[in-house]
């Protein structure tokens, strides 16, 4: 989900040992290894930033706070970062990855040759991941060295990959979902019956995410009883005008996302209906069946109330980033979904939401609003 | 308001440039040291990767995404044709369609920000010959209006109120992360719509970062940047504290940084470039025998500018020959390593007047201490 993003991340960014230990990126580094093989290529160089570095992250638990980064992992499973950004701060680096050699990402111009010679020299292809979210000057960088039309593009592979969530990722999501869960339903309660008071619960629940060790908040909510949505921008929030407003979150920590969203304020009858299509179409998500078949349940019971514009896209891949599903994509059962229903009718809105994991006895539900 | 001055010079620049139709772009992510070429030609900060089309002598389109951001959109541009789009490149390819047909001359700006996969889509898209709009876009955002003077001035302001109450609510004993999480949402609560915050401690520091987890003591030297954004114009505060009763060479070495950050003032000129500020900060640090320190590691510039709407004049360092010009906006901090100390921040943020550049705080940087350590 697109949220404003900051200046920088400035949420807190560790590398937990314990929670994510050196053997867990080592695995994950053997299956990109694997993948690479199956692709003859001997070496992969990784792009990513501030607001794209799901690929990064997962073989180093380094993000971007600003700016971009580059890894290269050869065929021995040897990582290496370009980070760009003063040589100044490379030193603080350096806790919160396993990658050997942080090197400012300049440095890239006189290593990348000599890399891409020993890739070469042992006859295995290039490849290359996270090209999407490059900058043209970070590629004009780039370009000097390669050749863009020899590079072999790994981004499908390595979605797959990342997609059947490891069951340390999994864990990573449910503390996240737990801490949603937590801040949404304190801040109805903290709202009540009023709503006026939005704007100041909703900079308090993202005070409350980043002491609890997020590392990156994101909030939306409504001042015109759900009609739209707004981000927590000073200048363009009017004063609550309705009974009713609504709430989204979404929360970042050791590098998993999750989100979700509810409706505030007294219940009316469409909170039911939502309710119901939330029930729908978690009864549906196993795997095998269809993000389609999910849209077709929540549209059987959602009783002519219109869809909300902010969940045409209902369903959403959660991991290392938030990846809005098309509608032919498929299930799967080592995966973990968000799932946001918006309903309209007779200018009333109401919302819901949940995250679950799809399993052949039924989804197993991580947060349910 | 400025957007509507930005749009206007805009258009009189593109008349001047021979551009017909100026595509402006930009991403959801709002960087304070570049120009926002969305922002500038429109006063709406987006959500995501954007396009504003400009037309010198005709209408005006902003093609937004997502599609529930349109009524912010609408409620924020002074572009009032705004669409809600779902492929952004296939929507400027529609609204320039009669432009390329007719052999109108295409201007583009912000393009080198966009991500790789949509800037090839765009490329292809634009006829030979395009014209790169990147400057005339800056200047707009450069433009001294009232009210982006009253931003800055605003920005200063909530970065002096953050850091107060930084003073106040530390304490030995805090992780940073807890300390930068209150000030941050406080911040937040003042006005600002974005704040570019750095925070480290350290006995003797070598650099500055954002908060991480170490807990704050007794004898750290705690160095901040705040740098909040009020309508999209950023502006910074670098200050150094420390927590208890500071050292003698803490103290010398900090007056002797605002020595050097008063010669950057004084050589700040309008008309003079950039790099004599630089320069004569410099000389300061050779006097006292710091000529190595002047590079990296040991420091990164001598300042910069603000951005989110005009960068200029770009970062202060001893290649940058750009003229200093009355309006511009920026920061003049000699933040550096010292080798008794470690890693400090001083400096100011400052505007450019008449008779030079004139500092924006209420209160003079200093080395300040922190309220609780001291109980």
Known sequence: MSVLHPVIVSGEHIWDRGRLPIDEFRARASDVIELMRGNQIGGLIIHGNAQQSDLITYLSNYIPRMRWAVALLDMTGALHLYVAGPTRDLHFLEPLTHAAGIKSFETLATDLPQWLATVQASGFGVGLAGYGSMRPDVKAALGRHVSWA?????????????????????????????????????????????????????????????????????????????????????SGIGTPSASRSAAYLAFRSQGYWAEGMTSIGPSLALDETVVECLDAALAIMTPGNSVKAIYEAI??????????????????????????CGIGDILLSDSIYSLKVGLAKDSVYSFGSAVAKPGLDGAQVMLRL | MSADQRL??????????????????????????????????????????????????????????????????????????????????EAVARAI?????????????????????????????????????????????????????????????????????????????????????????????????????????????????TASERIIDEGDVVVIEITPSVAGQFMQLPRTAYVGDPPETLRKDVAFLLDVFHAGLDAARCGSPVSRIAEEMDKVMARRGYADYCRPPYMRVRGHGMGNVSN????????????????????????????????????????????????????????????????
């Open chain 2, 312 to 375: 200029a004049p770009g970062d202060i360092t001893v290649n940058n020959h750009t003229i200093l010009e009355e309006g511009m906006v920026f920061v003049i901090h000699p933040e550096q390593y010292l080798p008794d100390s470690g890693y400090l921040l001083i400096g100011e943020p400052v505007i450019m007047d008449a008779d030079g550049a004139t500092v924006l705080t209420s209160r003079p940087c200093m080395l300040d201490l922190f309220a609780r350590s001291m109980e």
């Open chain 1, 299 to 324: 549209d059987e019971v959602r009783a002519g109330a219109d869809w909300h514009p902010f969940t045409v896209d209902p369903v959403s891949q959660l991991g290392l980033s938030i990846r809005p």
């Open chain 2, 97 to 209: 369609h009669e432009d390329v047909a007719a052999g109108k001359k295409i201007g583009i700006a912000g393009l080198h920000r966009m991500p790789a996969m949509l800037a090839d889509r765009l490329l292809r898209l634009l006829p030979a010959g395009h014209i790169d709009c990147n400057d005339i876009v800056s200047r707009a955002g450069g433009l001294k209006t009232q009210e982006r003077l009253a931003a800055a001035g605003r920005a200063v302001q909530i970065a002096e109120q953050g850091y107060e109450h930084l003073l106040r609510i530390a304490s030995p004993g805090m992780k940073e992360s807890e300390l930068a999480a209150q000030v941050y949402t406080y911040i937040k609560g003042l006005g600002a719509d974005d704040n570019f915050m750095l925070l480290t401690s350290s006995q003797h520091g070598h650099g500055i970062t």
């Open chain 1, 150 to 234: 020899a590079l072999q593009q790994l981004d499908g592979g390595f979605d797959s990959l990342m997609a059947r969530k490891r069951p340390r990722e999994v864990r990573a999501l449910a503390r996240c979902c737990g801490q949603i869960q937590s801040e949404l339903t304190d801040l109805k309660s903290r709202c009540g019956a009023d709503v006026r008071g939005i704007p100041t619960a909703i900079l308090e629940t993202e005070r409350r995410c980043l002491t609890s060790g997020g590392y990156h908040v994101s909030t939306l909510f409504s001042v015109d009883g759900g009609a739209t949505l707004v981000p927590l921008v000073p």
């Open chain 2, 8 to 89: 206007q010079y805009l258009k009189s620049a593109m008349r001047r440039s021979g551009v017909d139709t100026l595509i402006a772009l930009a991403t959801g992510y709002h960087n304070f040291l570049d120009v926002n070429a969305v922002l500038v030609a429109t006063g709406y900060k987006s959500i995501s990767d954007v396009a504003a089309v400009l037309r010198s002598d005709g209408d005006d389109t902003l093609l937004i995404q997502p599609l529930w951001d349109f009524e912010r959109a609408v409620g924020s541009s002074v572009v009032t044709d705004v669409r809600p789009v779902r492929d952004l490149c």
